[in-house]
């Protein structure tokens, strides 16, 4: 098809500044962040907190007065939440942030166990 001109491969405007604010890093396994997931700023973080680029330093000035779930700081900064869960892991290896993970929900209980105990104490203390 030498006829057909070719078409010249552009990259968006929004994938490049993408990968360039997570510096090319991904996700490491071990940082797993839910929605939900709490993230602070460490006390002596301030310091620090200056040297760090500039999306680095808008999740680091967001959370420094206080708990944030991982959804609110991708909301405030406008930024993905697949960068913001990069950002964070980055910041919590460089030990910047405090995260405080959702408690996980309880496994559904047995109901004939539950119903079995109930029938013992009503057996046991006649109510």
Not at 68 to 78: M, Q
Not at 104 to 127: C, I, M, T
């Amino acid at each position: 098809m030498p006829d057909e001109p070719e078409q010249e491969l552009e990259l968006t405007s929004s994938l490049v500044p993408l990968f360039v604010i997570t510096n090319g890093r991904a996700l490491p396994p071990d940082h797993e962040y839910e929605h939900t997931t709490l993230v602070m700023a460490a006390q002596d973080a301030a310091a620090t907190a200056r040297t760090l680029s500039p999306e680095a330093g808008q999740v680091m000035a967001l959370v420094t007065e206080g708990f944030l779930s991982v959804a609110e700081v991708a909301g405030h900064t406008h930024l993905p939440l697949g960068i913001v869960r990069i950002l964070l892991a980055q910041l919590e290896e460089d030990s910047l942030i405090l995260v405080r993970r959702p408690i996980p929900r309880a496994e559904r209980v047995d109901r004939e166990l539950v119903s079995a105990v109930l029938e013992g104490l009503k057996n046991r203390f006649g109510a």
